[in-house]
């Protein structure tokens, strides 16, 4: 299952950095070759699936094959991702807006990604990504429901 998939080791700049712009940073995941940390773009305009792709490599997401979808500043529990992101989350004084969708690829077989998105796209991301998977996204808090939806 996807909670066995941990995340402990993440480098530095995953904890530090935070993504401007358009661009969206995989934190990290179960995308095999993709180094966890990698800044790139997600495009959501193909009815059928979500693709990120940077100059380190690209996965994409089948929308009919997602399995769950949760927003706020830690980086899913689902993906038992590592408590370090959530205590440095807590004390940043910057607002991280993490996404983490579990899915099944093509073979049937449980994958997870967690993707760090810029301020001001989560609401139109998550948006697509229910519209397309027919799934409502869950929220760590109340204060991140209101952060997405006002």
């Not at 480098?11 to 935070?18: D, E, N, R, V």
């Not at 940390?37 to 997401?61: H, I, R, W, Y």
């Not at 590592?82 to 969708?101: E, G, P």
Request: proline share 4%; net charge positive; glycine share 10%.
């Amino acid at each position: 299952m996807l909670r066995r998939t941990c995340l402990a080791l993440l480098p530095a700049a995953a904890l530090t950095a935070a993504v401007r712009g358009d661009e969206v940073m995989y934190v990290g995941g179960t995308i095999a070759g993709l180094p966890e940390a990698t800044e790139g773009n997600l495009d959501t305009s193909d009815p059928t699936v979500m693709k990120f792709s940077s100059s380190k490599g690209q996965f994409s997401v089948p929308y009919d094959g997602v399995t769950s979808i949760e927003y706020g500043q830690k980086a899913g529990r689902r993906l038992g991702v590592a408590i370090a992101i959530t205590v440095w989350a807590l004390f940043s004084k910057k607002r991280k807006h993490f996404l983490t969708v579990g899915y099944k690829d093509e073979k049937d077989v449980a994958q997870g990604i967690v993707l760090e998105l810029p301020k001001g796209r989560p609401k139109s991301i998550i948006t697509v990504i229910e519209a397309r998977s027919g799934l409502k996204c869950e929220y760590e808090s109340e204060e991140a429901r209101k952060h997405v939806h006002g």
